[in-house]
């Protein structure tokens, strides 16, 4: 094998474990995503029987109170991360998140990429999110959109007390994956500490929705409680 074949066949070996890791989410991949990015909190080191179930994208009009429905009977807690253009359209759907107990976290103004955007526009949208969803100064969760975010915009959130949170359970919901590979990827993480990531905010979250009993059964099955993320963090 010359150079050039070695080359195509390491490239080739990368790309087939970047795709293994980005659909599978092995926890045993974890602990080198928290070496690189440890501003990030994708899980917590808990002994307690806990879980944080989260939530993008929102507020939406319909499946917002979907998902508030399907959680009310399993007295299951969640934190909501909105995009604050559609809060400020849905104060309703923010009130009816705050009436039913669960936490509201910071998820830009817009669901477009901040990496194109300077610090003061940065810091900007991140203000105007903050006081649309009246978060009045209180310790507060950050999750970008996309869940991208460069390095100084992640400090930049750090100082001003944000804590930035992506997940270890994620299905990749909007891009639409059957039903059973949802189930499957998250129900495999579902251990104490890991933070689950769905969306009620895409335009068709139907496959999450079927998932989601299902999810909160097999988390009752394994003694787990799903709760805020800013109570998980507090269980640490």
């Known amino acids: 094998m010359n150079l050039f ?7 080739a070996a990368a790309a087939l474990f970047a795709l293994f890791i980005f659909w599978t989410e092995p926890l045993w991949f974890l602990p080198a995503l928290e070496r690189l990015t440890p501003s990030i909190v994708y899980r917590v080191r808990t002994n307690l029987p806990l879980v944080g179930l989260s939530f993008d994208d929102g507020p939406h009009p319909t499946f917002t109170q979907q998902v508030l429905d399907i959680l009310q009977p399993y007295k299951a807690r969640a934190t909501f991360f909105l995009i604050g253009d559609r809060a400020s359209r849905h104060p309703e759907v923010v009130a009816a998140i705050r009436a039913a107990e669960h936490e509201i976290g910071n998820h830009y103004s817009s669901d477009v990429s901040t990496l194109g955007h300077s610090d003061a526009e940065f810091l900007r949208n991140l203000a105007q999110t903050e006081e649309v969803l009246s978060l009045d100064g209180k310790p507060a969760l950050f999750r970008p959109p996309g869940g991208v975010a460069c390095p100084r915009q992640i400090k930049l959130a750090r100082q001003g007390g944000y804590t930035c949170v992506l997940g270890c359970a994620y299905p990749h919901d909007p891009l639409h994956p059957p039903v059973w590979y949802i189930r499957w990827l998250i129900e495999k993480n579902l251990v104490p500490g890991a933070i689950i990531i769905l969306h009620d905010g895409i335009s068709n979250p139907s496959r999450s929705l079927q998932a989601l009993p299902r ?20 269980s640490a």
């Open 5 to 11: 074949s070695l080359f195509i066949a390491l490239c």
């Open 215 to 234: 999810i909160l059964d097999a988390a009752h099955r394994k003694g787990l409680r799903f709760v805020s993320i800013s109570e998980l963090i507090r």
